[in-house]
């Protein structure tokens, strides 16, 4: 695991930018293309909208990125709380990203089967191979989740490489995610996290004890792949050691 502490939110969402050309172009010279499984959220559409401004765009050949979604909202793909719907604005419409790159859960299907179906394309894509993606964007939630993997859900014992539908009791609400075996197989891991409200959550995670109930990030640990986190001081200020 490597931490990398920037000054400013801005510094970490243009570390996290580079990091990700990086990654993006080493994959394109190496396989001819590059799969990124993008996470939602507020953090991230800073981080789309940067890739996708003058700055970056040019940067990437984006003919030769897929996009996939770590997890996603029950909702309708236009409703505000998609995850996709976000992505779409912030960087699939602005880079004119073709549409047979793009692979968004449909949520019109019932909870479980959207995830089996999910579960499908991946297996179809990867051409029934390892289900390996060469980059994972991850956010944390106050509460220590990632993805949709939340404190004391039944999803952070599932030991399988797939996509679940988790129900989130408190809000009564579903979701749905890829498990911590698919995630722990790619060969890059990204965390971006920034502000002060996220400076336990980060401490947990990364300084307690093991406790997936209630730190569910901590079950992110590839075996073969790298993980990175990208933070502002305010995010790292508990850490006793940075």
């Known amino acids: 695991m490597k931490i990398n502490i920037f000054k400013t939110e801005a510094e970490v969402l243009d570390g996290l930018a580079k990091?990700?050309?990086?990654?993006?172009?080493?994959?394109?010279?190496?396989?001819g293309q590059f799969s990124v499984a993008l996470s939602g959220g507020n953090s991230p559409k800073k981080l789309y909208g940067l890739l996708s401004s003058p700055v970056y765009?040019?940067?990437?050949?984006?003919?030769?990125?897929?996009f996939f979604f770590g997890d996603e909202r029950y909702v309708?793909?236009?409703?505000?709380?998609?995850?996709?719907?976000?992505?779409?604005k912030a960087l699939f419409e602005?880079?004119?990203?073709?549409?047979?790159?793009?692979?968004a859960v449909d949520t019109l299907l019932p909870p479980a089967i959207?995830?089996?179906?999910?579960?499908?394309?991946?297996h179809s894509y990867f051409a029934g191979g390892d289900m390996k993606f060469d980059l994972i964007l991850l956010g944390l939630g106050d509460n220590a989740h990632t993805a949709s993997l939340f404190p004391f859900t039944t999803v952070l014992q599932d030991e399988s490489v797939s996509v679940k539908a988790?129900?989130?009791?408190?809000?009564?609400?579903?979701?749905?995610?890829?498990?911590?075996?698919l995630i722990n197989k790619a060969n890059n891991i990204a965390f971006l996290v920034y502000g002060q409200g996220k400076a336990a959550a980060v401490k947990n995670v990364i300084e307690?004890?093991?406790?997936?109930?209630?730190?569910?990030?901590?079950?992110?640990?590839?075996?073969?792949?790298?993980?990175?986190?990208?933070m502002d001081e305010e995010a790292a200020s508990s850490l006793k050691y940075q």
């Open 57 to 66: 765009k040019n940067m990437v050949q984006w003919s030769k990125v897929y």
């Open 76 to 88: 309708p793909l236009t409703d505000v709380e998609s995850n996709y719907g976000m992505a779409k």
């Open 94 to 103: 602005p880079l004119q990203v073709n549409a047979a790159n793009i692979f």
């Open 19 to 31: 990091y990700f050309v990086a990654i993006a172009n080493e994959a394109i010279d190496k396989y």
């Open 166 to 181: 988790v129900f989130l009791t408190d809000v009564k609400k579903y979701r749905i995610t890829f498990t911590a075996p």
């Open 208 to 230: 307690n004890e093991p406790d997936i109930e209630n730190f569910p990030a901590q079950l992110i640990a590839p075996p073969n792949g790298t993980l990175q986190w990208f």
């Open 114 to 122: 959207a995830a089996a179906q999910y579960a499908a394309t991946l």
